[in-house]
């Protein structure tokens, strides 16, 4: 069998669907805080190399808008509450690992600061810290995630070999911004399109992106989408990107990959090479450690995710998913396993002898089937 293929340093489940998992960008670079005036318009190609290039130092408020119509399901609340509802954010990046972005909420603020190989998280509402030194290769979505720039940079890398076209310029921000289209080709996977807009800086430097759009296949509109409100191009000052904590406040450490503390089962056997004919992604070796059970498989952004589950958890989460409008899968008892399905993402939980698992991506129902029905013997479709 063929050895899973490599992986970019930072994957995640995030608004592209839960398992379009995706890798950051490396270096860094300046832009102007006004358009540069006569500057010939980027070709399609150039404009995604410019995002890809490296990262511009900038502050703003943007708001993300999901529509994946994602059902309460236990123990998965926060993520499809943030893929469902509209996500007020404040950005402010110096570096690709200096930066703070804060969700603004009606009760407070929950912040998360990278400096370095260490991550802050800071519940304003809960007057707790959370540091969690390295980083986690398969994780939960948080609203740092959908930040426009961030995450236009990252789809656009895992999809860097996909055909790209021009959209006509959108006014963001106060800025005439050109646009690119990218179609995945995968006939398996949900993803219709991804469309960014991102401002050029000065020929050889890097673009800032400042929105993003994701649609499924058939849908007429975007089921997420994040944008700029304000922006400027310029770094934030130095004490804005380190927590503040008052006296008093708890603060407490975590090991990387919350998506293993919310889900995983113990005991968990190691992820196999292959599922559904799609070869496994390796995890940074570092980390994975600390990820037993769980694996990546797939190319692009038509990815999913296993995450071994406790026995019951999954019980839980195929009660709730069902009472949510989830369907028996064929061949499996109908309190075992169930299916949940959205244009965009699809998940799949199953509870067996000893514990249970999560199968989760942005592929057609068909493929997530297949590879619970490869993980318990003697099933079939």
């Given at each position: 069998?063929?050895?899973?293929r490599r992986f970019?340093r930072r994957?995640?489940?995030?608004?592209?669907?839960?398992?379009?998992?995706?890798?950051a960008?490396?270096?860094?670079?300046?832009?102007?805080?006004?358009p540069t005036?006569?500057?010939a318009?980027?070709?399609?190609?150039?404009?995604r190399?410019a995002?890809?290039?490296g990262?511009?130092?900038?502050?703003?408020?943007a708001?993300?808008?999901g529509?994946?119509?994602?059902?309460?399901?236990?123990?998965?609340e926060?993520?499809?509450a943030?893929?469902?509802?509209?996500?007020?954010?404040?950005?402010q990046?110096?570096a690709?690992d200096?930066?703070r972005i804060d969700?603004?909420?009606?009760a407070?603020?929950?912040?998360?600061?990278r400096?370095g190989?260490?991550?802050?998280?800071?519940d304003y509402?809960?007057n707790?810290?959370t540091?969690?030194?390295?980083?986690?290769?398969?994780?939960?979505?948080r609203?740092?995630d959908l930040a426009?720039?961030?995450?236009a940079?990252r789809?656009l890398?895992?999809?860097?070999?996909e055909?790209?076209?021009?959209l006509?310029?959108?006014?963001i921000?106060?800025?005439?911004?050109?646009g690119?289209?990218v179609?995945?080709?995968?006939?398996?996977g949900t993803?219709?399109?991804?469309d960014v807009w991102a401002l050029?800086?000065?020929?050889?430097?890097?673009a800032?992106?400042m929105a993003?759009e994701?649609?499924a296949?058939?849908a007429a509109g975007p089921?997420?989408?994040?944008a700029?409100?304000s922006?400027?191009?310029a770094p934030p000052?130095g004490?804005a990107?380190?927590?503040?904590v008052p006296?008093?406040?708890e603060s407490?450490?975590?090991r990387?990959?919350?998506?293993?503390?919310?889900l995983?089962?113990?005991?968990a056997?190691?992820?196999?090479d292959?599922?559904a004919g799609?070869?496994?992604?390796e995890l940074p070796?570092?980390?994975e450690?600390?990820?037993p059970g769980?694996?990546?498989?797939g190319?692009?952004?038509s990815?999913f995710v296993?995450v071994p589950a406790?026995?019951?958890?999954?019980?839980q989460?195929?009660g709730g998913a069902g009472?949510?409008?989830?369907?028996?899968?064929?061949?499996f008892a109908?309190?075992?396993?169930?299916r949940?399905a959205?244009p965009?993402l699809?998940?799949?939980?199953?509870?067996?002898?000893?514990?249970g698992f999560?199968l989760?991506?942005t592929?057609v129902?068909?493929v997530?089937e297949?590879?619970?029905?490869e993980l318990v013997?003697?099933v079939?479709?």
């Amino acid at each position: 069998m063929p050895p899973p293929r490599r992986f970019g340093r930072r994957a995640l489940l995030v608004g592209a669907g839960a398992a379009a998992l995706v890798a950051a960008g490396t270096a860094e670079g300046w832009l102007p805080a006004t358009p540069t005036a006569g500057a010939a318009e980027p070709t399609p190609e150039q404009l995604r190399d410019a995002v890809l290039s490296g990262v511009v130092p900038h502050t703003g408020l943007a708001e993300s808008t999901g529509g994946l119509g994602l059902p309460d399901i236990p123990r998965l609340e926060s993520a499809s509450a943030l893929l469902s509802t509209t996500t007020r954010i404040r950005v402010q990046v110096a570096a690709r690992d200096r930066w703070r972005i804060d969700q603004l909420t009606p009760a407070g603020e929950i912040d998360t600061y990278r400096l370095g190989d260490t991550e802050y998280l800071w519940d304003y509402g809960g007057n707790r810290l959370t540091t969690i030194r390295g980083t986690a290769p398969v994780r939960l979505p948080r609203a740092s995630d959908l930040a426009p720039s961030d995450l236009a940079r990252r789809l656009l890398g895992i999809t860097a070999t996909e055909a790209v076209s021009a959209l006509p310029p959108r006014r963001i921000a106060g800025y005439a911004v050109p646009g690119i289209r990218v179609v995945p080709a995968d006939p398996a996977g949900t993803v219709g399109r991804i469309d960014v807009w991102a401002l050029p800086g000065p020929a050889g430097t890097p673009a800032l992106p400042m929105a993003v759009e994701i649609a499924a296949k058939g849908a007429a509109g975007p089921v997420l989408s994040t944008a700029f409100t304000s922006v400027e191009a310029a770094p934030p000052s130095g004490l804005a990107l380190r927590p503040d904590v008052p006296p008093g406040a708890e603060s407490v450490s975590a090991r990387p990959g919350d998506l293993a503390g919310v889900l995983r089962g113990l005991g968990a056997p190691p992820p196999p090479d292959s599922l559904a004919g799609r070869a496994r992604v390796e995890l940074p070796g570092s980390d994975e450690g600390a990820l037993p059970g769980i694996g990546v498989y797939g190319t692009g952004v038509s990815r999913f995710v296993l995450v071994p589950a406790g026995r019951d958890v999954a019980r839980q989460i195929i009660g709730g998913a069902g009472a949510a409008g989830g369907v028996p899968i064929a061949g499996f008892a109908p309190d075992r396993a169930v299916r949940v399905a959205t244009p965009l993402l699809g998940l799949v939980v199953v509870r067996r002898r000893g514990g249970g698992f999560l199968l989760a991506g942005t592929v057609v129902p068909d493929v997530l089937e297949a590879a619970a029905t490869e993980l318990v013997p003697g099933v079939r479709r």
